[in-house]
């Protein structure tokens, strides 16, 4: 990556600040805990530069530089747009794809997909926003194919993420491709995140986890046969028959819309099953494995460690809400 790679972020008038505040916390900060390694230089940009452009939560912020420094950068954020579904300023279009013609990648963070589809740029090409927004963006513009299950789409020169904490995930996405693992883990441990997210939004989509109607497809019906059954022996070949597939076609689908494998996500639904049994401060160790579908404790504790970052013992200790059985 070049010395000098200038990452630009779009403000306007009406946005949330938590999706600009992870460009700027990522990109903006200097980094001494990295040496020397040249890092990024950040520019927040506005339509209208030099006036007060109002946040939700009742504050403003004003920016000094405007779409022009925009469409010179090398890296382009656009972290939500005023109004998803709205038509975009054609300035912003036009600073956009000025942008990319001088070779720069351009990036979106929640309802910022919009914003680049106006552009035409994601005709015929994969993207991702909030699933909430998933079903607008693929009305508005046909010629996309968006995925409201995953947590970013890279497609090389345009990127984009689903809803707002998953813009962390894209932008230590971008520090790894152009710093490589070890420094993206770096700027993980200071954001005190972990360096990647297994799985998409799809475990976060509303529907996911409740009952499934008529339209569902086989890998939701599956996925919420598993919740319903986590305690019991569970394998990919009686997934796949909950789900009406061949287990070959289940695997494929299964990865391709949550992003890991059924038993991946089977051992993050049982330790995410077990933290509330935990908190309670009810039962053993021993006894909340078994609750939730563990064959043995030590494979409980493995995976709890490997995915929570502490020991169950520990999570309890600082979560619990009673006092816990020894």
């Excluded at 494998?261 to 089977?266: D, F």
Aim: glycine share 8%.
């Amino acid at each position: 990556m070049a010395e000098n790679h200038v990452v630009a972020v779009l403000a306007f008038d009406g946005m949330a600040p938590f999706e600009l505040g992870v460009v700027v916390e990522v990109f903006g900060l200097s980094r001494p805990e990295l040496g020397d390694l040249p890092w990024y230089e950040l520019r927040v940009c506005a339509e209208e530069p030099d006036r007060d452009l109002r946040a939700v939560g009742g504050f403003t912020v004003r920016v000094e530089h405007g779409l022009d420094a925009l469409a010179g950068a090398d890296t382009v954020i656009v972290p939500g747009v005023a109004e998803a579904g709205a038509e975009v300023s054609p300035a912003l279009v036009e600073a956009l794809l000025r942008a990319h013609a001088r070779g720069a990648r351009l990036v979106s963070i929640c309802s910022g997909a919009f914003a680049l589809a106006a552009t035409g740029l994601l005709e015929g090409r994969r993207a991702t926003t909030h699933w909430r927004y998933a079903r607008t963006l693929a009305e508005r513009h046909p010629g996309i194919e968006v995925d409201p299950d995953v947590l970013y789409v890279d497609n090389g020169d345009v990127l984009s993420s689903a809803g707002s904490a998953a813009g962390i995930d894209l932008c230590l996405y971008l520090v790894r491709a152009d710093h490589g693992a070890a420094v993206a883990n770096a700027v993980a441990r200071r954001f005190v995140v972990p360096p990647h997210r297994e799985g998409g939004q799809a475990q976060f989509i509303e529907a996911a986890v409740g009952d499934v109607g008529p339209e569902a497809d086989g890998v939701a019906q599956s996925m919420n046969w598993a919740l319903r059954h986590l305690r019991t022996p569970l394998s990919v070949s009686a997934l796949a028959r909950a789900a009406g597939m061949s287990e070959r076609s289940y695997l494929r689908h299964f990865a391709r819309r949550n992003g890991v494998s059924p038993m991946r996500w089977v051992i993050a639904q049982r330790v995410a099953a077990s933290l509330p049994l935990l908190e309670s401060g009810e039962g053993t160790v021993d006894e909340v494995s078994a609750a939730v579908g563990f064959d043995s404790t030590a494979t409980y504790r493995h995976h709890f460690t490997r995915q929570m970052r502490t020991t169950p013992t520990a999570y309890r200790k600082t979560f619990t809400r009673a006092p816990a059985r020894p």
